[in-house]
């Protein structure tokens, strides 16, 4: 209720939680799931988690943008992206 969009940027997830993610969400009633951007570089550590997690958003029918950019975990690779972080967070404003 408190937010309409979640940024996953580089998402890191416990690997206990790996697995659950998307059931946890499915659990969200359709009328109040936020929209989910998740993107993450091609070489960052954590690409397989967020891959992960994009695939279980699709197996339950959730929407999300997904993107899977160049870079790693790096300050450089979220400054490449942040004007469209921030344009996807003001879209609706």
């Known amino acids: ?13 416990f690997e206990a939680d ?10 969200i009633p359709v009328e109040d799931l936020p929209l989910f951007f998740i993107d993450i570089g091609r070489v960052d550590k954590e690409r397989w988690t967020a891959q992960d997690f994009a695939d279980q958003l699709d197996h339950f029918n959730i929407p999300h943008t997904w993107y ?12 490449r992206h942040l004007e469209s972080y921030l344009r996807w967070y003001g879209r609706d404003w």
């Open 1 to 13: 209720q408190l937010f309409d969009r979640v940024g996953a940027h580089s998402l890191p997830v």
């Open 68 to 79: 899977l950019f160049a870079g790693s975990h790096t300050e450089d690779y979220w400054t």
């Open 18 to 27: 790996a697995g659950r993610l998307g059931a946890w969400v499915a659990q």
